[in-house]
């Protein structure tokens, strides 16, 4: 089945401890993305990757790193959570960029404390 | 901002009954994408109009574009209880753009 597949799907942590969530797309899909969600704002995006190796910044990037060493992966790292990062953060990836329409992971909601 | 905007922000009809969602935007686009999403969950993508289209069909669904008014509509026909969830509009503002814009959302209850 054609998907993306992102982990975990919720997630409390502290301040300051470093987290990676995981998202994983089997469709040979050269684009991906984040975003983040929060009520009122719609979805936000964070980062986003047009291949292996090429990352760009989206509206809201500080507080995040990612990385893109393999076509199916695109990881997010938040290397040091603030609780403003509390929010319910989405996975998504496109043949090659927003002229397709985008498949979405099933989402992270994630709690810094 | 460059997100689109969705009107009405909520909207509640009678099982069976059309509902329509309109999506207003500011520059000129290159396509405009509607997506579904039930509580909390991912997002799914429904129909993707371009900016040379004037109207698509899906199933009960219906998108219409008016590039002159910057502005979207989305008609969910004979709506169902399991229509029921939040709609996104999402622009992209130029060819081979990386990037999609989502609004708000507007969030459909159908009532059985």
Redesign the interface.
């Known amino acids: 089945e054609a998907q993306v597949t992102q982990n975990p799907r919720y997630l409390i942590t502290v301040t300051g401890k470093k987290l990676t969530v995981t998202c994983s797309q089997n469709m040979n899909h050269e684009y991906m993305s984040w975003y983040r969600q929060d009520p009122g704002l719609g979805l936000r995006q964070i980062y986003y990757s047009m291949n292996v190796e090429v990352t760009d910044k989206g509206d809201v990037p500080e507080g995040y790193k990612v990385s893109r060493k393999e076509k199916r992966n695109f990881p997010l790292i938040l290397e040091s959570p603030s609780p403003n990062q509390t929010s319910l953060y989405f996975c998504a990836s496109s043949l090659t960029g927003a002229d397709y329409g985008y498949t979405f992971g099933s989402g992270t909601r994630l709690t810094v404390v | 901002s460059q997100?689109g905007e969705e009107d009405p922000q909520a909207l509640s009809i009678q099982e069976g009954e059309n509902a329509t969602m309109n999506c207003s935007y500011k520059t000129s686009i290159?396509?405009l994408?509607w997506?579904r999403q039930n509580s909390?969950?991912?997002?799914?993508?429904l129909i993707?109009i371009r900016s040379n289209e004037r109207e698509k069909h899906s199933g009960r669904l219906r998108v219409t574009l008016d590039t002159s008014k910057k502005s979207s509509s989305l008609l969910i026909t004979a709506s169902r209880a399991a229509d029921t969830a939040s709609y996104?509009c999402?622009t992209?503002y130029q060819?081979?753009?990386?990037?999609?814009?989502?609004?708000?959302?507007t969030r459909l209850t159908v009532i059985p």
């Open positions: 997100q290159n396509n994408q997506y909390g969950r991912g997002l799914v993508h993707l996104f999402a992209a060819t081979g753009a990386n990037n999609l814009f989502f609004g708000t959302g």
